[in-house]
């Protein structure tokens, strides 16, 4: 996880480091992302019933499954889309119009940076009329998009280390940074053009 890079900082300590560094920082940081992605599609599609995960709602072909650890909150949901291809989802997937879905009182959502092609910079805020996981936070996440040898596409997403966060984009008004871990898509290719789509994410409450 990105804060067990370094010791415990004060919240409004920063980094800036380059664009090269950040682009090189996010490759690391988001390989790890897709595998837990991949890991957490693996779990739901095998059925592994030790892994912690409890389903909430199972109608149709669609899935809602959470998992808590302490402070973070998991939620996996897994869904069968039929006649939409990996590359139509893909291409109205990302963490902007994930984020509306969170909680509809998102207040800002825009690109910050873009290091690649497939690799961004985003920040998100949501306003005091939302949920208690997304009041009044704000989230500064990377976004990749991979696809993987068997044709699996994967959107990671997660936010970055506080310090680098602040030094790209430094905390605005009362918000609280939030801190989103290792979530997106992982989308897989079933026949007659459809295709299982698994949506994973993971908050962390943090008062800073």
């Known amino acids: 996880m990105p804060d067990n890079m370094s ?9 800036s480091i380059s664009e090269d560094s950040l682009r090189r920082y996010v490759h690391y940081a988001s390989e790890n992302c897709i595998q837990e992605l991949l890991s957490a599609s693996d779990s739901c599609r095998n059925g592994n019933g030790n892994d912690g995960w409890k389903i909430l709602s199972l109608d149709g072909d669609m899935e809602i499954s959470k998992r808590r650890s302490g402070s973070f909150h998991i939620f996996r949901s897994r869904w069968l889309l039929r006649s939409v291809s ?5 291409s109205v997937a990302n963490a902007i119009d994930a984020a509306k879905q969170w909680d509809h009182d ?5 690109y910050i940076k873009d290091l690649e092609e497939n690799l961004s910079i985003i920040r998100l805020r949501f306003g005091d009329a939302s949920r208690p996981l997304f009041k009044n ?12 040898d068997d044709g699996t596409l994967v959107v990671a997403v997660a936010s970055l280390p506080k310090e680098i966060a602040a030094g790209l984009y430094p905390k605005q008004n009362k918000a609280i940074r939030g801190l989103l871990l290792q979530s997106g898509w992982v989308v897989e290719k079933l026949e007659d053009d459809s295709c299982m789509v698994t949506y994973v994410v993971q908050v962390l409450f943090i008062n800073c």
């Open 86 to 90: 990996p590359k139509q989802f893909i």
């Open 137 to 148: 936070r704000e989230f500064i996440v990377y976004e990749r998009r991979e696809t993987m």
């Open 106 to 110: 998102l207040v800002e959502a825009r």
């Open 7 to 15: 010791s415990p900082a004060p919240c409004n300590s920063s980094w």
